[in-house]
């Protein structure tokens, strides 16, 4: 495919694959990033385009995984997600919507309870302040790698107690942010 017919299916899609995105995250520049982000994909993917029989299938799938994936990143990366629910607090009072925000924090708060002291402070200091590992890492004065175990372990931790409790982390995000 050539960059011109790549400027023309970018043309012919770009609108409707924001619009679709849009729909489905609800916050416009993460729509603009997830937009922008399938149109590398399918520019990667170039040379094997005019092999594929139903592109409009193809953009749309790829969109939906891409949704699919910011939906994963926001479940555990809390300012993405706060943006998301601020943003759905802002624009919308749906009382589903709410409920399953309480019952997403109601059971987020019993797992960090659960973890040990030090995971859950290296889970705080990762998702509340935002520092890297290399910074907790030295703040704690532990080794980079003790701090990797320390945040995969609460993460399964929390990925467990979710499902033990019956709610899958990713379908109470898409539940919100696709109702």
């Not at 592109?55 to 993405?80: E, H, P, S, V």
Request: proline share 1%; with cysteine.
């Amino acid at each position: 495919m050539s960059h011109g017919e790549f400027s023309q299916l970018y043309q012919l899609y770009c609108k409707r694959v924001y619009g679709y995105l849009l729909k489905m995250v609800k916050v416009p520049y993460i729509a603009e990033e997830a937009t922008q982000e399938v149109f590398v994909k399918l520019w990667s993917y170039r040379n094997t385009i005019g092999e594929i029989q139903n592109i409009d299938g193809y953009i749309f799938k790829i969109a939906k995984n891409q949704a699919l994936n910011l939906l994963r990143k926001a479940t555990f990366d809390a300012k993405m997600r706060d943006e998301l629910q601020q943003h759905m607090i802002t624009n919308g009072n749906n009382v589903d919507e709410q409920m399953a925000i309480s019952e997403y924090e109601q059971l987020k708060r019993e797992a960090l309870i659960n973890l040990s002291p030090q995971r859950r402070l290296v889970y705080q200091l990762s998702r509340n302040e935002g520092l890297n590992y290399d910074e907790i890492a030295c703040r704690l004065n532990l080794s980079k790698n003790t701090v990797r175990n320390h945040m995969v372990s609460a993460l399964q931790s929390i990925r467990e107690h979710f499902h033990k409790n019956g709610t899958d982390l990713l379908l109470v995000l898409a539940f919100i942010l696709f109702t």
